[in-house]
């Protein structure tokens, strides 16, 4: 399905309740309800990038921020093994480069994440124009997902950003796609954009041959010493609104209240919620500025009833997975019960011996999986349920 502006531009312009309402009934329907992805958010190089996007503390045309090089793996490893002992799920490491360089920096990068990888955490990098060899090699190494936001409209995006274009942004994308990464790309409110401009920017992710897995709906934070410094913030229930939208047509993706969410009431924050975000990046940072705090969020999380979201049970949801074997996805064929979520057991493969004490049922739907030494459980590898 083709969305063009009019189109999505009338569900925009729903009275905000129905709005609100039918965004929930299609994240009720298709992602797992009352959950949120919870990620944690490093900055590996700050500051000097030698691009201009005008709401960006972090140019060195602005220089409003103090550069810092490239991490060492170790303490990038450590802040992760943090993140994940603060309930992250997924760790995203942020450089700012116009592109990383070939070479022990981008060799650097690699090593990094793939112990970070190695931790269990889902990946996600952000680090700027990607070659296609460039991509499959973070793919290789274990990088899940590659962050590169569109902003805003095509028409728009040149009064933000003079030195790279629209199109370079759309061939770095396709180059994660070819390299087989998922891909988390959406924008910022509140530049000066008109309705349209947001509007475009959703249809163009919608439309894309595979929309984006998340998507990351910033407010504009008016950096001191940037272009934008001073811009008004953007009207909660406008931003509220293109949540609700991006919900409706891209209703596969992760929606992400990104930046700017320090700045916004618990109540907005249910707002956002209730109209189908499910993502937040914890940790008292983002990047160059402040963020929520992560006791707060557990509190708010708590208040609304919501729950971590755990990776493999929306894995489990977006493959269509029923759990009785219909979805093709499980090799044990729906012969036993599925566990997903906290009662789920990484499989450890179990001695042969021990395959008699089974449940004959289970141990059954199992037969195929047992390798020459033995050893069962192997081709589920525990990425989709419990034993
Ligand atoms: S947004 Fe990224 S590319 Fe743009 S100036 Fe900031 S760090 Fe550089």
Redesign the pocket.
Known sequence: MIYYLDDVKKLYNLPFTSLVYYAQEVHQQVQVPNTVQLNMLQSIKT?A?????A????????SSCKPEPLMATEKIVEAARRAKAAGAGRFCM?????RPTDGPQFDSVLETVRQVKALGLQVCC?L?ILTLDQAKRLKEAGCDIYNHNLDTSREYYPKI?TT?TYDDRLETIRNVREAGMGLCCGGILGMGETIDDRLKLLCELANMETPPESIPINALIPCPGTPLEGREPVDIFEFVRIIAVARIIVPKAIIRISAGRANMSEEAQALCFCAGANSIFLGERLLTRENSGIDKDYLLLQKLGLKPLDPLEHKRKMSGCKGDGSCGHCTCGGEHHHEHGENAVPAEPVPAEDVSALDPELVKGHEAEMDENGTWGRACNGEHHGH
Do not use: F, K, L, V
């Open positions: 500051g990038c030698s691009e201009d996007c709401y960006c503390p972090q140019s060195a045309r602005h942020g450089a700012a480069w116009r952000t700027g950003i790279r």
